[in-house]
């Protein structure tokens, strides 16, 4: 009998047929989860995982999983999983980069778009039958930020930073970053991170979620920020203080934020966020485009066959497994 190959979310069928030609495939059912207790039995006998970053994989789910061989993830970031309890068994982790750049930095710039020139509001505002004939217009009326000759600090100076430096180059912005690599790039201006937030206009967050990154800009960062930013966040919940955004906008240093992420997925609905008319939020769509999503599948199959074939994961996030081979 092939080795089994638990899956966590329904891949396309073309993807899923690709996986069952090296293994026996367990997919689970709408509403399963991979933590669920009922599934113990099927996670001892698990060869490898194909999961999502809804998957929290962890040493307390591993103690069971002792026929695990890999783990292969639809997603760049891995922070939903225990990289070095991975490691320490030598289990290859596989993920899937070089694919949902452009995608997510669109989602960015959308969202910055969008919140400095009120969009989600004005929206709102038309729907709820606030625009009459008494207020159709006048030179106040809606005033938003200006994009085009603003300075857009970029925190974290990866793939998709640097998608995002693109975009506002074309829009006519200054940009500058601040990245833990110190990665330069051209046309973009390197500072301290509190220089950075002391200067931007907009404030762009695309780090990857680590202890070093978790409450990065946080309730006393913010307070630096300079009066009437943009905040935007389209990499991980938790880098972000989310009480410290909604304190900032209540009191004006803020004048906007867009979100795509959050602490908590999905965002409860007495989130204070939720609450102002000038966050926008989408519900974690960064990559969210069909082509991306079957790119990232892709890959994620990729890492798993290889893994299967008892060769290297082509995009492994620890490579070091194979140190022994």
């Given at each position: 009998?092939?080795?089994?190959?638990l899956?966590?979310?329904?891949l396309?069928?073309?993807?899923?047929?690709?996986?069952?030609?090296?293994?026996?495939l367990d997919?689970l059912?709408a509403g399963?989860?991979l933590?669920d207790?009922?599934?113990?039995?099927?996670?001892?006998a698990?060869?490898g995982?194909?999961?999502?970053?809804?998957?929290t994989?962890?040493?307390?789910?591993?103690?069971?999983?002792?026929?695990?061989?890999?783990?292969?993830?639809?997603s760049?970031?891995?922070?939903?999983?225990?990289?070095?309890?991975?490691s320490?068994?030598?289990?290859?982790?596989?993920?899937?980069?070089?694919?949902?750049?452009?995608?997510?930095?669109?989602?960015?710039?959308?969202?910055l778009?969008?919140?400095a020139?009120?969009?989600?509001?004005?929206d709102?505002?038309i729907?709820d039958?606030?625009?009459?004939?008494?207020?159709?217009?006048?030179?106040?009326?809606f005033?938003g930020?200006d994009v085009?000759g603003?300075?857009?600090?970029?925190?974290?100076l990866?793939?998709?930073?640097?998608?995002?430096a693109?975009?506002?180059?074309?829009f006519?912005?200054?940009v500058?970053?601040w990245?833990p690599s110190?990665?330069?790039v051209?046309?973009?201006?390197?500072?301290?991170?509190?220089?950075l937030?002391?200067?931007?206009?907009?404030?762009s967050?695309?780090?990857?979620?680590?202890d070093?990154?978790?409450n990065?800009?946080?309730?006393?960062?913010?307070?630096?920020?300079?009066?009437?930013?943009?905040?935007?966040?389209?990499?991980?919940?938790?880098?972000v203080?989310?009480?410290?955004?909604?304190?900032?906008?209540?009191?004006?240093?803020?004048?906007?934020?867009?979100?795509d992420?959050?602490?908590?997925?999905p965002?409860?609905?007495?989130?204070?966020?939720?609450?102002?008319p000038?966050?926008?939020v989408?519900p974690h769509?960064?990559?969210?485009?069909?082509?991306?999503?079957?790119?990232m599948?892709?890959r994620?199959?990729?890492?798993?066959?290889?893994?299967l074939r008892?060769?290297?994961?082509?995009?492994c996030?620890?490579p070091?497994?194979?140190?022994?081979?």
């Open positions: 009998m092939p080795n089994t190959v899956v966590t979310q329904p396309p069928d073309q993807y899923l047929a690709r996986l069952a030609e090296h293994a026996e997919v059912d399963e989860s933590s207790p009922a599934l113990g039995t099927r996670r001892s698990c060869y995982v194909v999961c999502t970053l809804t998957d994989i962890d040493r307390a789910l591993l103690k069971d999983m002792n026929m695990l061989k890999f783990v292969s993830s639809v760049v970031g891995v922070d939903h999983i225990d990289v070095s309890a991975l320490v068994r030598g289990i290859a982790l596989g993920n899937t980069p070089g694919v949902l750049a452009d995608a997510t930095a669109d989602t960015a710039f959308a969202l778009l969008s919140a020139r009120r969009i989600a509001e004005g709102r505002y729907r039958g606030k625009w009459t004939a008494s207020n159709r217009w006048s030179p106040g009326f005033l930020k085009s603003s300075t857009l600090g970029i925190v974290g990866g793939p998709v930073g640097q998608a995002m693109r975009r506002a180059a074309g006519g912005m200054t500058a970053s990245t110190g990665r330069k051209p046309g973009v201006c390197s500072l301290s991170l509190e220089a937030l002391a200067t931007s206009d907009f404030v967050v695309h780090v990857a979620l680590a070093t990154t978790r990065l800009i946080n309730g006393a960062r913010i307070a630096t920020m300079k009066p009437g930013a943009v905040l935007i966040n389209t990499a991980r919940g938790g880098i203080d989310e009480s410290a955004v909604a304190a900032a906008l209540d009191d004006g240093r803020l004048f906007a934020a867009g979100l992420v959050f602490e908590e997925e965002v409860p609905a007495d989130s204070l966020l939720l609450k102002h000038r966050v926008v989408v769509i960064g990559s969210a485009t069909a082509s991306t999503r079957l790119k599948a892709d994620a199959v990729v890492n798993a066959v290889a893994a008892g060769e290297p994961m082509p995009y996030v620890n070091e497994v194979y140190a022994a081979l």
